[in-house]
């Protein structure tokens, strides 16, 4: 089975994603995946390097965040081609991991699920962690140090908790749960699904 996880930013989601992997799930995280391909000596560098010329690249052989922000900034056609290069790579990833996972379910945690009709139609089942804003406000400031300010900016980029419960198979309400509250939310869920995935393969 493969479910697809998403959340805003300090939902809860990364905590999510590693309780379905102590229920046994193999994890895909995607933000991981494009760090990796990124950094110095990522496999993604050198092409990016190639497309769009070597100021977009750290002295240390890393992909220039900023830089390339900056290029891909408001322009369409510069944004498709780093995505034409990245998105085959990530692809490439994902079936190593499907490959690896040899039938156990997989969770594939992606940020951008709610945004992204492709991937959501890759996974049978999507679980979105939601929690108030101002609970997601207050985790993320505790953690990062970005101001309150700073948090509602990400915040107002990404998709709604709306929109992001209109996709959803299942919602985990991440409030007022302590972790371990949250582990049984988790397991709950898991084993139901489990249990769903036996009886539609009877
Ligand atoms: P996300 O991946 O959605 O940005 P995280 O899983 O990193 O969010 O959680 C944000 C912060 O909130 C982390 O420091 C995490 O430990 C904490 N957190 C999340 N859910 C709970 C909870 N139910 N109880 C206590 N702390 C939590």
Redesign the pocket.
Known sequence: MKIGLT???????????SLFEACGAVLFDADAVSRELTAAGGAAVALIAEAFGTGVVTPEGALDRAAMRRRVFGDEAQRRRLEGILHPLIAQRREQVMARAAGRSVVFDIPLLTESPAWRQRVDRIVV?D?LEAT?VA??V??SGLTEDEVRRIMASQASRAQRRAVADAVIF?EG???Q??DGEVRHLWAHWQACETMLRL
């Open positions: 959340g805003g930013i300090g939902s809860g989601k990364s905590t999510v994603a962690v929690c997601q985790r993320v505790a953690r991440n749960l302590d972790l509250e949250l």
